[in-house]
């Protein structure tokens, strides 16, 4: 299963911190078909701009909270704001991964355990259409071994008091390689199909 994503464009909110700029260097990593760009002081308008005169399908914007990542933001390619991830921490890549150096240029599988929950499945649906790829339904991950070398295995689960579990895996082996986000609230600002 490889999914070829468009452009995404992936970015800070205008005050950030090493520690997001890191996040969003992870994400860019396990995210093929995406693009890392410092916002620095860029108004919300110019974004919108820069989303629209790259041609991306969207950008993620990740929120700053206390020093960490707080969420994204993620807009539409006209600029729309579609949901806000909000999140209750996660760990970097080199936290969960240690010594490991992986390049990563193609999407495994994005998948979710079977009856997962709305918040999971909506916002695996989502992930799915950003980054042109199919959702799986599946009870558990498999290594592919060598020809899984460079590609991600995007896994979403459930956690207790309704919260989500979105991490990463090396489709070789299965290893976890990051970042691990804990999602607390999905919000949606427009209708997601």
Do not use: C
């Not at 399908?57 to 729309?80: E, H, Q």
């Not at 071994?145 to 309704?162: K, Q, S």
């Amino acid at each position: 299963m490889t999914g070829r994503p468009e452009l995404l464009l992936i970015t800070t909110s205008r005050r950030t911190s090493n520690r997001v700029r890191s996040f969003v260097r992870d994400l860019y990593t396990v995210m093929p078909g995406s693009e890392r760009f410092n916002r620095g002081g860029m108004s919300l308008q110019e974004l919108i701009s820069r989303i629209q005169a790259s041609g991306a399908t969207a950008a993620l914007v990740v929120t700053l909270y206390k020093g960490n990542p707080g969420g994204i933001r993620i807009f539409d390619s006209s600029g729309v704001e579609r949901l806000v991830i909000r999140m209750e921490s996660a760990a970097l890549r080199r936290e969960v991964m240690r010594g490991k150096k992986l390049r990563i240029n193609s999407i495994h599988s994005l998948s979710v355990p079977p009856n997962s929950s709305l918040q999971t499945m909506k916002l695996a649906q989502e992930l799915a259409r950003l980054l042109d790829t199919e959702l799986l339904e599946l009870e558990k991950l498999s290594p592919v071994g060598p020809e899984g070398e460079h590609a991600v295995d995007i896994r979403l689960t459930d956690m207790r008091g309704g919260r989500t579990l979105w991490t990463h895996y090396h489709a070789a082996d299965v290893s976890e390689v990051g970042p691990r986000i804990r999602v607390t609230s999905v919000i949606w600002r427009m209708n997601v199909e």
